[in-house]
Each structure stands twice: as C-alpha cells, then as structure tokens.
C-alpha cells in the first residue's frame, strides 16, 4: 500500500496556471483504490465523456472557433459557458485541463485526475481534483454539494466499471440503448432477413442487428469495421462484406471522414465521395492540410433505424487523441521532466501547429536505463533512441507558449482506409454512383495493380470477324472479372481488351494471376499475357469513374511488353513484398530488364510460365 498524496503534492504536481493560482477557490480532492492495473483504467476514466454520463452530469455543446474549443452546459438549473485550454496529459498517468466560464457560477475550473500504481502494478490509486473559483459567494453552498455528489457518484461507480472491465473491457462504459419503435423494428427484422438471404456470414449479421438494436448511442454514431471485426473474433473482410451490404440495404450509412492528421479527430464526414473536399482544416491544431491521405471510412446506423446525435459529456481530449502519448503546454523559458511508459515502436515528437516533426524516438524492447531524451523547440529534427519507461525533459526556449506532443507514428490500426474499399469489388459493385470530385486526389495507399491483355486481339478480329471477337472478348473479361473478385481484389477499369485489377495483399495479386493463367491454358482459345507491379496509387476521377493513377500503374502496364502467352511477369517491388518470394519458391523465375522510357535505367522483374 503506498501512502496517499495530500492536496499540497497533487497541487505541488499539477500547479493551477498563474493567472488563477491566487485566485479565491474551493478544493474538492478525492482517492480510491481500484481492482485494476493503470493501463486498463487509464482507459477508463480518461473516457471523461462517458465517465461524466454514467455518474449524472449534464450533456455538452461544443464549438471550435480561433483554435479553442467552447462549450455549454446547464448545471443546477444554471447556465455555464467556457472555453477550454488544451488537455495536458501523460497516458497512463495522469491529465490535467482549465476551463474558463464568460457565464455561470464559476470563474474557472481546474481538475486533476492521476494515477499511481499499488501492489507492484496489479491496482491503481484513482485521485480526482477539482478547484472552482466561484462567480459568486452565495453559490458556494451549492457548489460544494455538487461537487461533493461528483466525488461520492465515482466511489460508488469505480468498482462497477472494474468488474465489468475484467468480464468485457469495451463494453465497461457502454449504456444500452432504448427500445426501438415497432415501425423500426419492423424494418430491423425485414433487413436482417435480407441480408441472410444473401448467403452473408450469419453470425456477422446477427452481431450487427444486435449492435444497431441495442448498441450504445455513442458506439453506433461511428461504427469502425476494423474495430468490431476484432471484438467480435471475424474475419475483417467477412464482417466487411455484411457492413457494405446492410449499407445497401438501409441499415446503415457509409461516412467519408475527413481526419486530421495529428488529433485525428474527424474534421467532417460526408455519406457521398465527391462530396469530400480537397483540403482540411483543424483549428484546435492549427493545421491545415490536403485530404488526400486525410480520409477514413466508417459507418453508422441508418436515421430510418434509429435518430442518433453525437452527444458529449465531455471534450475528453485524452481518449480522444490515444495515439498521443504526453501532451504538454509550457510558457516561454518554462520546462519540466516527464516519465512515460511506451510500447515499443516509433514515435514523433511534435509542436502543436508545425507540419513538420521536431523528431522522432525509437523504443526498443530493452528495459536497460538511458540518459533523459532532451527536447528542445530551437533544436533540430533527429532520431533519439529510448527504452520503454523513458524520461523526457522538455525545454521551451522559444519566446512564444508551445505544446509539445509525443504520439505514435503508425496510422491508426483500426481505420479503414479508402484504399482498401476501392480495391473491393463488392463495393465497386455495390456503390457504382460512388465517384471522387473532380478536383480530388485521393491517396489509397500500397496497392498491387495487374495488368491482362490478350494475345494476338489484333489476328483474332481478323479471322473471327468484329462480331464474334467481340462477344468472345466480353466473355473473357466475365472470367477474368471473377477470378480477380474471388482473390479479394476489385477490376478498376477495362482498356480495350485489357482489363486492370487492384489488390490490397500482393499474395493475392500473384494467385490471381497464377489463376487466369490456367483458365486460359488452352492453345485452341484466348491467350493472355499478365503483368504485376506494386506501389503507392491515388484515385482520381475519370469520366465520373473512379480511376487509379501514378507511377505504380504506369510500370504495371509498361511491364506487358516483356511477357507472351501463358506467362507473368512481377516486377522488383511485388517480389520483395512479404509473402510473394516464398510463394514462388517453387516456381522456374527468369529475371528480365525492362526499359522504361524516361528512365535513365533499366528496372529487372522476374518471368515465369504458368504451365
């Protein structure tokens, strides 16, 4: 059991900013231990939003305006308005933010809530601080039995959450939602039969009837496939595929989010594709930044099922942003010294408003000692290396206030990318109205392109005569259409007799072309020649269709002029991919030079013959 901090060494800790710290207040400090470790309650409590729901707080309004966020409240009958000063926090540990109120009973609001480890870890000591600066004398008796109900309202529910965090850690502070009209649930049943009528994953469509009927109101209003693919224990592209065809059906909507690129907070969402804009903003970040690497795909239960509003409790910043790890304002000349716990993995280092980083850490997996990582705002950008519980010293020698910010550097695991819809035939199929603006460039990520082109056309029109090479043709793309979809990719756009597919997984890509070559093994019929090549693609408009472009696609189908019938050819960068090398193994590879006009080289692929 360690001893319980005072009020002084929450207060020598997290000190109240200076213009308040001599300001008149009420202190209001509690401590309880909790049956879980810090990771898992950090998760928790810093869910302020939630937390603030459970225990019987008023819902919030919130607005972004001149880089603060404001917000309204009515507490007690009265109404409040402030703004907020960016969240401090140390993930795991403890956060800290100011509210300064233009209307209600208070001046400001300071809180406080940190936690300490017990028992080597296994526990936590939860403290809650709250320092009011009243408005006005007469509402101090009021004040004190409202906060005072906050402090008893937490006793009562940190014991509850930690039960029911052991038994299901994502649904600890979910509220079930009310009945559905009959109207709605009327409508629920008829969709869900169509959708099992549709041969979809019956489990899948079952979890997902269950989540729009029942499913928290703050779970349903951006409802992330990756996400719910992992709680549910299946198959992302199973689950995918359900998602895409409820979206059809009316269940839900599917949402292009625009995210910025350092809160990843969603700056806006539109349910059609060329209604995204080409450029983004984020007041509260300073930032402003081009979308085309700036969008996520999400979804959310369809109005005619159930009226949801996004409703907060709270701005709850730290929950908000899990990706930041420390996040720490100081004033000209200040510093301090921070310790935080990392996973290990790459790390930025960042000043709120600067596009670009101020460094970067790697954390290893050593659990040895290391010198303090020194961060200074006039030094320049480097790579620091740094175990798991690292120390940071953070210095502001500039003139101005910063906010320095610690965050992984990794894309976020659960989002979906546009990338990974776009390459999904059943979502080109599906969503056929689906096109980008016009002035749009959209990043999709990695993709593997392949290229088909048939061998011969040009004698084939000759002796079968336009009509019936015609009709052959169409029937080849039928074939071709089908072995890319069942290998999880999606055809792009057909050239003549060629035909261009998107893959996700180069693996794919290489069965797929492996595949088409054995359907058209007849010597009698069609011959095709297949081509491969990996890299980073974006999606354009093209005559109101989605089309893919760059440097990926153009050596895919430059890499055609090296290959004949019955053959593939995989250029460096699909063979260096995971997977692909041990996949063809056993395959006879004969390395080619491809020259490639407006390059001052050649590039090398490898050949082989489908036999």
């Not at 469509?205 to 990756?226: A, H, N, P, W």
């Not at 720490?328 to 935080?340: K, N």
């Not at 020194?374 to 790579?383: C, I, N, T």
């Amino acid at each position: 059991m360690g001893e319980t901090l005072s009020l002084a060494e929450i207060l020598r800790e997290h000190p109240w900013p200076k213009e308040w710290a001599d300001a008149r207040r009420l202190d209001f400090l509690w401590s309880y231990d909790v049956d879980l470790p810090p990771d898992e309650l950090w998760p928790l409590v810093s869910d302020v939003s939630r937390m603030n729901r459970l225990v019987g707080n008023p819902e919030m309004k919130f607005v972004e305006k001149e880089g603060l966020r404001y917000g309204t409240a009515r507490y007690s009958g009265v109404f409040h308005a402030w703004h907020e000063v960016p969240w401090d926090w140390v993930a795991n540990r403890w956060f800290s933010f100011l509210r300064v109120y233009s209307q209600g009973g208070m001046k400001a609001l300071w809180t406080v809530e940190r936690i300490e480890p017990l028992d080597g870890g296994r526990r936590s000591r939860f403290y809650l601080y709250f320092g009011a600066v009243p408005r006005w004398p007469l509402l101090t008796p009021v004040m004190r039995l409202n906060f005072n109900g906050i402090g008893r309202a937490y006793r009562k529910a940190l014991p509850e959450l930690a039960r029911a965090a052991r038994v299901a850690k994502a649904a600890a502070l979910s509220v079930p939602a009310p009945a559905l009209s009959p109207q709605a649930e009327e409508r629920l049943g008829a969709i869900a039969t169509q959708l099992r009528a549709k041969g979809l994953d019956p489990t899948s469509v079952d979890r997902l009837v269950e989540l729009v009927r029942t499913g928290d109101e703050l779970d349903v209003c951006r409802i992330q496939v990756r996400e719910r693919a992992r709680v549910w224990g299946v198959d992302e592209d199973v689950l995918l595929r359900v998602f895409l065809h409820a979206t059809r059906a009316g269940l839900l909507e599917l949402a292009w989010d625009v995210v910025c690129p350092h809160c990843r907070g969603v700056r806006e969402s539109e349910t059609r594709l060329g209604d995204v804009p080409a450029e983004g903003a984020c007041e509260v970040c300073a930032v402003q930044f081009g979308t085309a690497d700036a969008v996520e795909v999400s979804f959310r239960v369809h109005p005619s099922i159930r009226q949801i509003e996004q409703r907060l409790f709270c701005s709850a910043e730290p929950s908000q942003k899990q990706h930041i790890r420390v996040q720490r304002a100081l004033a000209p000349g200040g510093d301090t010294s921070i310790e935080v716990d990392l996973t290990p993995g790459r790390y930025r280092l960042r000043n709120r408003g600067d596009e670009q980083p101020a460094g970067y850490l790697d954390v290893s997996d050593g659990t040895g000692g290391a010198a303090p990582v020194s961060w200074r705002v006039s030094a320049p950008p480097g790579e620091t290396a740094a175990p798991p519980h690292a120390a940071l010293e953070l210095v502001n020698d500039s003139s101005e206030p910063r906010t320095f910010i610690l965050e992984q550097a990794a894309p976020s695991e659960l989002a979906l990318r546009p990338g990974r819809l776009l390459s999904h035939q059943e979502f080109r199929d599906l969503f056929t109205e689906e096109f980008l603006g016009a002035d749009v460039r959209l990043a999709v990520g990695e993709q593997t392109i392949l290229f088909t082109d048939i061998v011969g056309s040009t004698a084939m029109y000759a002796e079968r005569g336009d009509p019936d090479a015609f009709v052959a043709v169409r029937h080849h793309f039928t074939s071709v259409f089908g072995l890319i979809a069942s290998h999880r990719g999606a055809v792009v756009k057909t050239i003549g007799d060629a035909a261009m597919g998107a893959f996700m997984d180069p693996v794919d890509a290489v069965r797929c072309a492996v595949a088409i070559q054995r359907h058209f093994a007849d010597p009698a019929g069609l011959r095709l020649r297949v081509s491969l090549n990996t890299g980073s693609c974006i999606a354009v408009r093209l005559n109101a269709n989605l089309d893919y472009f760059g440097h990926a696609v153009n050596l895919a189908a430059k890499l055609q002029a090296v290959v004949e019938a019955g053959q593939v050819v995989v250029s460096a960068s699909t063979y260096a991919a995971p997977g692909v090398a041990s996949h063809l193994a056993s395959t006879s590879l004969e390395e080619v030079t491809v020259p490639v006009k407006g390059l001052a080289t050649t590039i090398t692929a490898h050949r082989f013959t489908v036999s």
